[in-house]
């Protein structure tokens, strides 16, 4: 007992000294995403059920989502970023990776608009307040997915140059984009321009098959 103690202090002291000594936020930055990703759910849920089945009115509720959706990508978005290595200031003026993370919180504001038509057609529904409830829970979990692609694309575009590779299972069916890429070692940033698993732009569109990518480490860098 009193061995393991030690050991396991001593365990701790060396990954405060690593993280000191290398400036290693990861560890940190690492456990941020998921607390992320429980506020979106909260925050997007709570503007959805206020219209649903309290007196928020439909323009209010939509735009505490769209403000949830334009803060939050871009902040998961950065995590991701600084998390490979990249910094935030050179998210400025024209940087590729600007413009990639304002059109996507564009499109998906677009999205939510179209969600919102559909809340209302629900709520002048005979939908029962536990069924809209539930609604507005289903629609804010597929709601955090976008979110989880956003954190990623941050990782891919700050790892820029690391390599990586496309492993994992073919699963139920393998289609012809999968299998081109399959086993394949490029940088991050060529991955970014030739597609990635999951895509939606593959055949498959990133469903039915369990790829991914990894560095040289073994490391998992993608969902
Ligand atoms: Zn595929």
Redesign the pocket.
């Known amino acids: 007992m009193e061995v393991r103690q030690s050991l396991s202090s001593a365990i701790s002291r060396a990954a405060d000294y690593l993280a000191e000594r290398y400036n290693l936020s990861s560890i940190k930055d690492s456990r941020a995403y998921p607390a992320q990703r429980k506020s979106y759910i909260v925050n997007i849920f709570g503007a959805m059920n206020g219209y649903l089945t309290q007196d928020d009115s439909l323009i209010a509720a939509r735009n505490e989502f769209s403000k949830e959706v334009i803060e939050r990508f871009y902040d998961v978005f950065v995590l991701g970023y600084i998390q490979s290595g990249s910094d935030e200031s050179e998210l400025t003026g024209d940087n590729e990776d600007l413009a990639w993370i304002n059109a996507r919180t564009e499109e998906e504001i677009g999205y939510i608009k179209s969600l919102f038509v559909s809340l209302k057609e629900a709520k002048s529904s005979d939908m029962t307040v536990d069924e809209l409830k539930q609604l507005a829970q289903d629609r804010a979990d597929a709601y955090a997915n976008s979110l989880d692609m956003v954190n990623s694309e941050g990782k891919m575009r700050g790892a820029k140059n690391i390599m990586l590779t496309m492993v994992g299972d073919d699963g139920a069916e393998?289609?012809n984009?999968?299998r081109k890429r399959k086993g394949k070692r490029y940088s991050a940033k060529k991955w970014l321009a030739v597609g990635y698993?999951p895509s939606r732009d593959?055949?498959?569109h990133?469903y039915?098959?369990d790829?991914y990518l990894v560095d040289d480490n073994g490391k998992r860098w993608t969902l």
Do not use: I, L, Q, Y
Request: glycine share 8%; net charge negative.
């Open positions: 393998s289609c984009d999968c698993p593959f055949e498959c990133g039915h098959c790829h």
